[in-house]
């Protein structure tokens, strides 16, 4: 069973950075971890992705030039780096795991953390 944990959310103001994390289970070189978010009265968007095994990733073009993704294969973590945060960022940031290819579709992935309050207010 594949199990992750999501941490670092939190209140931040407009133009601020926030780092979340996703620890998550020892997994194949085969997996891919993605980031989603879900804001009230929405859909859960991916925002970010990267492959376990390889340099491959993928950012949604809200977030690109903002946010950066990194793996740990080390810690078995996957950081969410998020700079230049707007309010419409504010969202339950989620990671999920899947035995695949970086994917940017929600119903690809099988396994899902709790998630992490983002909130950006001043």
């Known amino acids: 069973q594949v199990q992750l944990v999501e941490s670092g959310g939190g209140l931040v103001q407009p133009g601020g950075s926030l780092r979340l994390s996703c620890a998550h289970s020892?997994?194949?070189?085969?997996?891919?971890i993605g980031w989603f978010r879900q804001a009230p009265g929405k859909e859960r968007e991916v925002v970010s992705c990267?492959?376990?095994?390889?340099?491959?990733?993928y950012y949604s073009d809200s977030v690109k030039g903002r946010f950066t993704i990194s793996r740990d294969r080390a810690q078995s973590t996957v950081d969410l780096q998020m700079t230049s945060l707007k309010p419409e960022d504010s969202a339950v940031y989620y990671c999920a795991a899947r035995n695949g290819a970086v994917a940017p579709i929600r119903m690809a992935y099988d396994y899902w953390g709790q998630g992490t309050q983002v909130t950006v207010s001043s």
């Open positions: 020892r997994l194949s070189l085969n997996y891919a």
């Open positions: 990267i492959s376990v095994g390889n340099d491959n990733t």
